[in-house]
């Protein structure tokens, strides 16, 4: 069995809550643990004609039969994760949330730190999700941990425990990184980045989860690039130039409009190298080619075929899982083939 992470390769929104939905779905891990910075992220999870928008919960929630986990490395915002209890109700995701006691807190006075600093609202666009304030406090070793939090007392799990056993007893965990690549605090456009690191090794420390015991590590890009808020994008597009190709998109969290770029195939190597990538999964490649829900590898365009083999070709790592559409049917997945 096989512990993977599957991370983000750039500005985040990849389409990483479909690849998840889709990999639990067909592998049915055991554990799906979240890892990443916090709240601030946005995974749109499309499942039996419903659309979610997760922020903390894990984004295999679908398959029912798994326990969801938050790492200690990430940042928690109680109201945030009760709001999705209920909004997930049928998919018992209370009744099977577990949650480090290591894990610190979001309070009303990081979010509002967030919002009203200057430098993080309007200099960097930040999320105003009251992350970087919670992750300053942490390294200040000044904020409340998961631990000392009555209300999440009975969801109080020790992750990083849990995660190891199922490992070391040959079940199937699966570590959800939030951001991307290019967001990271170390690797990404300082000082345009988020409040973290956002590469694989982060988090499977995020999970207490030691390198030597990762198989695979999944890289979700888009085709084509998007990036909210701001710092540079070198192969940004215009915004009339995204319309007239039909990619203008949302932000799950804050609405923002996403500034659109080219595929950067400079930042893919790095990402790659950078998260130690065994796979990479592509999202949205309807959107760039006319391939809407295709499930058949044969079935795609020449065009298509050597856009994939020219990712495949430049960073050495094979695609494995092609999304032609939202729908977790409207996926190719050639891991039997190529791994
Ligand atoms: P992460 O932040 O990486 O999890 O991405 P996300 O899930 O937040 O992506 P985003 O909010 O940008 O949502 C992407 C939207 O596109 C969602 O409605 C997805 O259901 C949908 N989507 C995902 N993959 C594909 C795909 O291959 N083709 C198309 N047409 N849509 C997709
Ligand atoms: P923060 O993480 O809220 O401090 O935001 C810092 C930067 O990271 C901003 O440019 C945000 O738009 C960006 N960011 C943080 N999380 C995500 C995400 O999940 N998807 C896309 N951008 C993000
Ligand atoms: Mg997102």
Redesign the pocket.
């Known amino acids: 069995m096989t512990c993977s992470i599957l991370v983000?390769g750039a500005w985040?929104?990849?389409?990483?809550?479909?690849?998840?939905t889709y990999l639990c779905s067909n592998d049915k891990p055991e554990i799906i643990a979240r890892a990443g910075v916090g709240p601030n992220?946005?995974?749109?999870?499309?499942f039996n004609g419903e659309?979610y928008?997760?922020r903390l919960t894990p984004?295999g929630f679908v398959h029912t039969d798994a326990k969801l986990m938050i790492g200690a490395g990430v940042l928690v915002n109680p109201d945030v994760l009760f709001k999705e209890f209920e909004d997930l109700k049928k998919y018992n995701v209370k009744e099977r949330m577990c949650v480090d006691p290591r894990c610190a807190i979001i309070t009303e006075d990081h979010i509002n730190r967030d919002k009203s600093s200057e430098h993080l609202s309007k200099k960097i666009g930040s999320t105003g999700s009251g992350c970087g304030p919670a992750n300053s406090d942490r390294v200040m070793r000044d904020i409340q941990i998961a631990r000392d939090t009555p209300e999440l007392e009975e969801y109080l799990t020790d992750v990083s425990l849990a995660c190891n056993e199922a490992i070391d007893n040959g079940e199937e965990v699966f570590i959800e990184g939030?951001?991307?690549f290019a967001l990271s605090l170390y690797y990404g456009s300082f000082p345009y980045v988020t409040s973290k690191d956002t590469t694989a090794s982060t988090f499977a420390a995020d999970v207490g989860v030691g390198p030597t015991k990762v198989d695979e590590v999944i890289n979700?890009f888009?085709?084509y690039i998007?990036r909210v808020g701001e710092g540079p994008f070198p192969t940004e597009m215009t915004q009339e130039e995204a319309e007239r190709q039909g990619l203008e998109?949302y932000?799950?969290v804050t609405g923002r409009r996403?500034r659109i770029g080219y595929f950067d195939m400079e930042l893919a190597k790095e990402s790659c190298r950078i998260n130690g990538a065994t796979q990479i999964a592509l999202?949205?490649?309807?959107?760039l080619f006319d391939c809407?829900r295709v499930q058949d590898y044969d079935e795609l365009s020449g065009e298509t075929k050597r856009f994939i083999d020219e990712i495949q070709a430049e960073t050495g790592v094979p695609v494995t899982i092609i999304?032609?559409?939202?729908?977790l049917k409207?996926?190719i997945d050639l891991r039997k083939e190529l791994l």
């Open positions: 983000g985040g929104d990849e389409g990483k809550g479909k690849c998840i992220a946005g995974h749109s999870v499309e659309k928008g997760l984004s939030s951001q991307g979700v888009k085709s998007s998109e932000g799950v996403r999202t949205c490649v309807d959107k809407a999304s032609t559409g939202p729908d409207d996926t």
